[in-house]
């Protein structure tokens, strides 16, 4: 069974710091993209960064400068570090990743994380 789970949520004050983590198990073959989403309360879901096999990175506007993706293709996860936080960013936290397993491109979800952003 193919999974993603997300870990590093929490709560955190105005300005601090957060490392999420999501690992990638199962029958996998290879990942190809992998990415980070949040989605706030009453908003949709929006993609906040994305990192390809290759390690090109891209990050949303909202976190530009702040948000760091990386992955780590020996332990097929996938991380976020969030400094300067705001409230505003308060939301779940979920990953994805394109997975080849079985012969076939999949998209797989993590659960969430919740992360929370105190002023």
């Known amino acids: 069974q193919v999974q993603l789970v997300e870990s590093g949520g929490g709560l955190v004050q105005a300005g601090g710091s957060l490392r999420l983590s999501c690992v990638a198990s199962?029958?996998?073959?290879?990942?190809?993209?992998m990415a980070w989403s949040r989605q706030a309360p009453g908003k949709q879901r929006d993609v906040i960064a994305t990192?390809?096999?290759?390690?090109?990175?891209d990050y949303a506007d909202s976190v530009k400068g702040r948000f760091t993706i990386s992955r780590d293709g020996a332990k097929n996860t996938v991380y976020l570090q969030m400094n300067s936080l705001k409230p505003e960013d308060t939301a779940v936290y979920f990953c994805?990743?394109?997975?080849?397993?079985?012969?076939?491109?999949?998209?797989?979800w993590g659960q969430g994380t919740q992360v929370t952003v105190s002023s």
């Open positions: 994805a990743a394109d997975l080849l397993v079985a012969g076939r491109d999949h998209n797989y």
């Open positions: 199962g029958n996998i073959t290879a990942i190809n993209v």
């Open positions: 990192i390809s096999s290759g390690g090109i990175t």
